[in-house]
Nanobody
Framework: QPQLVESGGGLVQPGGSLRLSCTIS????????IGWFRQVPGKEREGVSC????????HYTDSVKGRFTISGDNAKNTVYLQMNSLKPEDTARYYC??????????????????????WGQGIQVTVSS
């Protein structure tokens, strides 16, 4: 059974950095798209960044471009989200998710969370002074 486990969240001051990790099992990075999504109470879940390790391609939502970097380590079965210059509006519960069918484009799955097949439990990121 595919599983995803997030780690690395927490409380950070504005302007600070955090690195989230998503460790997968039951499938491989080479045969999946992995995405990071976030959600705040009362709002829809939104795509933050997605990666295709096999194609070496990435996608970012406009609000995090230049601040966040997604990367994958196939040997560790882990995808990372390095978040720099964090802002209070980045506060949310962050989820990683996998698309193992890959019939849609990377950009499509990154803007439509309902297309993802498996989800982690999520981890809280709070940016506050």
């Amino acid at each position: 059974q595919p599983q995803l486990v997030e780690s690395g969240g927490g409380l950070v001051q504005p302007g600070g950095s955090l690195r989230l990790s998503c460790t997968i099992s039951g499938f491989t990075l080479d045969h999946s798209y992995i995405g990071w999504f976030r959600q705040v109470p009362g709002k829809e879940r939104e795509g933050v960044s997605c990666i295709s390790s096999s194609h070496g391609s990435t996608h970012y939502t406009d609000s995090v471009k230049g601040r966040f970097t997604i990367s994958g380590d196939n040997a560790k079965n882990t995808v990372y989200l390095q978040m720099n210059s964090l802002k209070p509006e980045d506060t949310a519960r962050y989820y990683c998710a996998a698309d193992i069918v890959r019939i849609h484009t990377l950009q499509a799955i990154c803007v439509q969370p309902r297309l993802m097949d498996y989800w982690g439990q999520g981890i809280q990121v709070t940016v506050s002074s």
